[in-house]
């Protein structure tokens, strides 16, 4: 049974998806090892999951549906699509992995000439078919009818034949140790394909997403090039980009 002080800390990791070791002790007026253990007694109940200095949200099973998370940290999005996409050359190759981020870069490619997209998505594919500087192609497959990705064995057979330039990529989370986190395996595996035939691979991931949770791994940062995000994250993403040689862009600068 949980204690009056554990359950009004369920409830703020509830309501901000993530809390601070010191911040809590700071605001129950109590020493940071009584939060920990409370956190703890939290974690062994599967409520929340840990990470070094707090804890967050325990993951779900499955995105929320992609008209629900278009609106999170919208201007976020758009400016980390907006600095994706001035890395991207004219006459070059590109993976777009489906998201909400990936989606704000594809709409900063409409002045792109001589650019081919492959893309696992059908909904992006239609947006990006009537710029024209761009051919986009679509791997077969089975089509998830909430978002329009394209999933199954086959889109990832088709995704290995090539070998691009670029591939960017979205996450939902970026673990504290460098693990590469999202949600769905199928979608996961398109995604691997994808940064597997790449020459370079950009991760486009706003700052909310790190530290959270989420339940299937995706990758490691060290198989990142480049993370692009906007100027508002944890103090320990700019040394852990920088131990793996991976170039840390800020999106708002």
């Known amino acids: 049974m949980l204690s ?3 359950r009004k800390i369920l409830n703020l990791i509830e309501a901000q998806s993530r809390v601070r070791v010191e911040e809590l002790a700071e605001q129950f007026a109590t020493s940071p090892q009584t939060i920990r253990k409370d956190l703890q007694v939290l974690a062994e109940l599967h409520h929340v999951v840990r990470f070094h200095g707090g804890a967050t949200v325990v993951g779900g099973v499955e995105y929320t549906a992609p008209a629900e998370r278009a609106g999170d940290a919208i201007y976020a999005k758009q400016s980390i699509g907006a600095a994706v996409a001035g890395r991207i050359p004219q006459t070059c190759a590109v993976f777009l992995n489906a998201g909400t981020t990936t ?9 792109h000439s001589q650019l081919r997209v492959v893309t696992d998505n059908v909904d992006l594919a239609a947006e990006m078919r009537v710029f024209p500087g761009l051919e986009v192609i679509v791997p077969g497959g089975v089509v998830r009818r909430v978002d329009g990705a394209i999933l199954g064995a086959e889109a990832v057979d088709y ?24 949600y769905d395996l199928a979608e996961v595996q398109i995604c691997r394909a994808m940064m597997a035939h790449a020459r370079h691979v950009i991760l486009a991931i706003d700052a909310g997403k790190f ?21 508002v994250f944890d103090p320990w993403v700019g040394p852990l980009c920088k131990k793996h040689e991976v170039e840390l862009v800020l999106s708002d600068r």
């Open 4 to 6: 009056q002080r554990q």
């Open 159 to 182: 995704i290995r034949q090539f070998r691009v330039d670029f591939a960017v990529i979205g996450a939902a989370a970026l673990a504290e140790d460098g693990t590469l986190l999202d």
């Open 211 to 231: 530290g959270r949770a989420a339940p299937v791994k995706l990758g490691h940062l060290a198989d990142v090039h480049t993370v692009v995000t906007d100027g």
């Open 103 to 111: 989606a704000q870069v594809a709409r900063m490619l409409s002045g």
